[in-house]
């Protein structure tokens, strides 16, 4: 199985930033699909950034050009750079991954189907 954590949630006034990062053990995969999805209360799963093995990453476009998704230096890890934060940004965001890359575009969609993900970090933003 896979275990998925994540780290780096915390408080901000608008305008600031917070990275967050997710490490990855257990099973491995020769290719990944590895994002961000967040959910705040009373709203639905929304997905936030997706990177798949060959670095290519696709942004809900809520948070393009404000966050960047990277790959961390474990071998399954994956970071959230996110600046210019505003009060909308504010939920739970959980790493996700799965060993279906082909369906990385589709999981930003929908990331309920993504088969990993840690329990999430809290970012609230004021």
């Known amino acids: 199985d896979v275990q998925l954590v994540e780290s780096g949630g915390g408080s901000v006034h608008a305008g600031g930033s917070l990275r967050l990062s997710c490490e990855g053990s257990g099973r491995t995969y020769v290719k990944w699909c590895m994002g961000w999805f967040r959910q705040a209360p009373g709203k639905q799963r929304e997905g936030v950034a997706v990177?798949?093995?060959?670095?290519?990453?696709t942004y809900a476009n809520t948070v393009r050009d404000r966050f960047t998704v990277s790959k961390g230096t474990a071998k399954v890890s994956l970071t959230l750079q996110m600046n210019s934060l505003v009060a909308e940004d504010t939920a739970r965001y959980y790493c996700?991954?799965?060993?279906?890359?082909?369906?990385?575009?589709?999981?930003?969609?929908?990331?309920?189907?993504?088969?990993?993900r840690g329990k999430g970090t809290q970012v609230t933003v004021s």
């Open positions: 990177m798949d093995s060959f670095g290519r990453t």
């Open positions: 996700a991954a799965d060993p279906r890359e082909t369906l990385c575009d589709y999981f930003l969609n929908d990331p309920r189907n993504m088969n990993y």
